[in-house]
């Protein structure tokens, strides 16, 4: 189910920005399929909340995968968005994210770190053991943090923020994400989601400068809420 202005999962909204649930079927910002973005619904969003005359600002900040579900942060002003931007591209949020595999890791946890090389006609990338021409270091680290239903809840914390990074650095130790085709899972998901999940957010605030940390609920799905129970 796409969301729309009246099925939005906010997490938390002030004038600066807005944090939001997405939807494993949205897609953050327009793409080819021409389906309404999640930064477009935001925006409808506002306008009627608001009673917004005219166009209304929004910065996109980051983006997730579109059958990926979680955290999305966008901007309300200019001013925001110069210092989200700022702080996202120095690393500096603290991004936990929730996958689920159905092959046991090498080890309960792990530090992960290989060099990427994106292949646009394919939209994929693929994880190498050294850096070949093009490639961009990416570095992750997980703990498994549950077992449950012949699959495996990994908890990783993202050190770097590479294309499909995620889904290729697990996929490259033999442990591809469920429903995720792309990356080597043997089925697709019914709804075209992966079980990767953007879980939690810490970010400084763009202007009151406070540390704030968010949660993004499992989406509404049997396995996802096994692991909450």
């Known amino acids: 189910m796409l969301s729309n202005k009246d099925n939005l999962q906010i997490i938390y909204e002030d004038n600066h920005m807005i944090v939001i649930n997405k939807r494993a079927s949205d897609i953050v910002q327009g793409d080819k399929t021409k389906d309404k973005p999640l930064s477009e ?15 209304v600002y929004l910065g996109v900040v980051h983006r997730l995968d ?4 979680g955290i999305v942060v966008f901007a309300k002003t200019s001013k925001a968005l110069t210092r989200l931007n700022k702080s996202f591209a120095a690393h500096e949020p603290v991004k936990i994210y929730w996958a689920l595999v159905k092959n046991k890791p090498p080890q309960e946890q792990m530090n992960l770190v290989h060099h990427l090389k994106r292949n646009h006609k394919q939209n994929k990338s693929y994880a190498h053991k050294n850096p070949v021409e093009n490639s961009k270091k990416a570095e992750l680290s997980f703990k498994t943090i549950q077992i449950l239903n012949n699959y495996y809840l990994l908890e990783v914390a993202l050190k770097t923020g590479r294309h499909h990074q995620i889904r290729s650095q697990l996929s490259a130790i033999g442990c591809p994400i469920k429903g995720d085709l792309k990356y080597g ?3 697709s998901n019914k709804d075209a989601s992966i079980h990767l999940h953007a879980r939690s957010l ?5 202007v009151k400068k406070e540390k704030m940390k968010f949660t993004a609920d499992v989406p509404d799905d049997n396995l996802w809420e096994s692991c909450v129970k």
Do not use: L, M, W
């Open 66 to 69: 579109r059958p990926t579900s």
């Open 185 to 187: 899972f043997d089925r």
């Open 202 to 206: 810490e970010i400084i605030h763009p």
């Open 41 to 55: 619904v935001v925006k409808s969003y506002i306008k009627e909340k608001y009673n917004k005359p005219g166009a």
